[in-house]
């Protein structure tokens, strides 16, 4: 099980940090990743953390502004959200996968319930 926390409402600019806390003994050996979805619009891919070795990939749209990290010890990922714009306003979803290919969500095995992002200009 995943359980996603730390969503907001926060001003453009401002920073959040979400969570993603999963249940189980074997959270290293899943790539995780952070997906969200805005109204109207599918689940679109926004950074991932693979097994392993820690890789790490962003989408173009939050590079240089969003840090994925994760926690084995803790079994726990997180992604830090800085210079937030308003086009990030979204449900922020965490996902698990046993396999390398992060950036399609219909490779996720597991999901979190979602946490608000509320970006406001």
């Known amino acids: 099980q995943l359980q996603a926390s730390g969503g907001g409402l926060v001003q453009a600019g401002g920073s959040l940090r979400l969570s993603c806390a999963a249940s189980?003994?074997?959270?290293?050996?899943?790539?995780m990743g952070w997906f969200r979805q805005a109204p109207g619009k599918e689940r679109g891919f926004v950074a991932a953390i693979r097994r392993w070795d820690s890789s790490t990939y962003y989408a173009d749209s939050v590079k240089g502004r969003f840090t994925i990290s994760r926690d084995n010890a803790k079994s726990a990922v997180y992604l830090q959200m800085n210079n937030l714009k308003p086009e990030d306003t979204a449900v922020y979803y965490c996902?698990?996968?046993?396999?390398?290919?992060?950036?399609?969500?219909?490779?996720?095995?597991?999901w979190g319930q979602g946490t608000q992002v509320t970006v406001s200009s």
């Open positions: 996902g698990a996968q046993g396999g390398t290919n992060y950036y399609s969500p219909g490779l996720y095995e597991y």
């Open positions: 189980g003994r074997t959270f290293s050996s899943y790539t």
